[in-house]
């Protein structure tokens, strides 16, 4: 039934995953450091992992996943680290263009990313036109992406409309991800307990979980715990 190798945990149920599930991949600096290796090293092993567990969610199933790739804060990080991380993200997405196509799996972005390295909007540009008759399955990389950013462009767009918004749900098809339901669970790793500007719109009724593993070292067994962790919460959405 899976490509992979991974054996799924008995006490998951794979008729109820969420439909999307997005993280906060948080701790790869952190992960370098305690092995002695440069910051951009653990960028590059928490690449090797974002490949992993997408291949994983999948395998799983499920239809939508959201990666917290760069945020509109971390262009405050040194510039060694920021040109890293935008290098490790090009050549992932350079290399891994067809496995998508193969899957069936469409690439869309959350966040300004033309403001990026003009190599990296070339390989961002590429990979979303050449993957978007796919529907198998949806990657939404949030790269350059800013929660309040976010709602702020929202804003001015509905202002530009001059059309009064009449509810929620316009509002939320003025932002990035229109196409794409709200994120039902959203994982951060790496122990901190904050969201850090991070689909603040979209994850008014999501569930959370919070890993003290580090992004590089959250591995298939890790996620399905955290499904688990997922299936055993009641949803009540302010009912009762
Ligand atoms: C939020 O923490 C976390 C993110 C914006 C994710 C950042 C992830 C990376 C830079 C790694 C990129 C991943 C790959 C696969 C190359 P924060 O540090 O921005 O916010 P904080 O200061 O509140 O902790």
Same mark, same amino acid.
């Given at each position: 039934m899976f490509a992979g190798k991974i054996k799924i945990n008995k006490h998951l149920d794979l008729s109820r995953l969420p439909a999307h599930i997005a993280i906060i991949m948080d701790g790869n600096g952190r992960w370098a450091t305690r092995r002695g290796l440069p910051r951009n090293m653990g960028h590059k092993a928490g690449c090797e992992n974002l490949k992993r567990i997408v291949q994983h969610i999948y395998d799983l199933g499920i239809k939508y996943a959201t990666f917290y790739t760069f945020s509109t804060e971390n262009w405050k990080r040194p510039k060694e680290e920021i040109d890293g991380i935008f290098s490790i993200v090009r050549d992932y997405l350079d290399e891994d263009g067809d496995s998508f196509l193969e899957r069936g799996a469409r690439v869309v972005v959350s966040g300004d990313y033309t403001k990026l390295p003009s190599d990296l909007v070339d390989s961002i540009s590429r990979i979303v036109e050449k993957t978007k008759n796919c529907d198998k399955f949806t990657l939404n990389l949030a790269i350059n992406y800013g929660g309040r950013d976010e709602i702020l462009r929202g804003v001015n767009k509905a202002i530009e409309s001059g059309e009064k918004l009449e509810s929620v749900d316009d509002f939320s098809k003025l932002l990035y991800s229109s196409e794409l339901p709200d994120?039902?669970? +959203? +994982?951060?790793? %790496?122990? &901190? $307990?904050? +969201? %850090?500007?991070? $689909?603040?719109?979209? $994850?008014? !009724? %999501? &569930? =959370? !979980? =919070?890993?003290?593993?580090?992004w590089p070292s959250f591995s298939e067994k890790d996620l399905q715990l955290a499904l688990i962790d997922f299936q055993r919460r009641k949803r009540r959405y302010g009912s009762i």
């Open positions: 994120p039902d669970f +959203i +994982i951060r790793t %790496s122990g &901190e $307990m904050r +969201i %850090s500007n991070f $689909m603040l719109w979209q $994850m008014a !009724y %999501s &569930e =959370f !979980y =919070f890993t003290k593993t580090y």
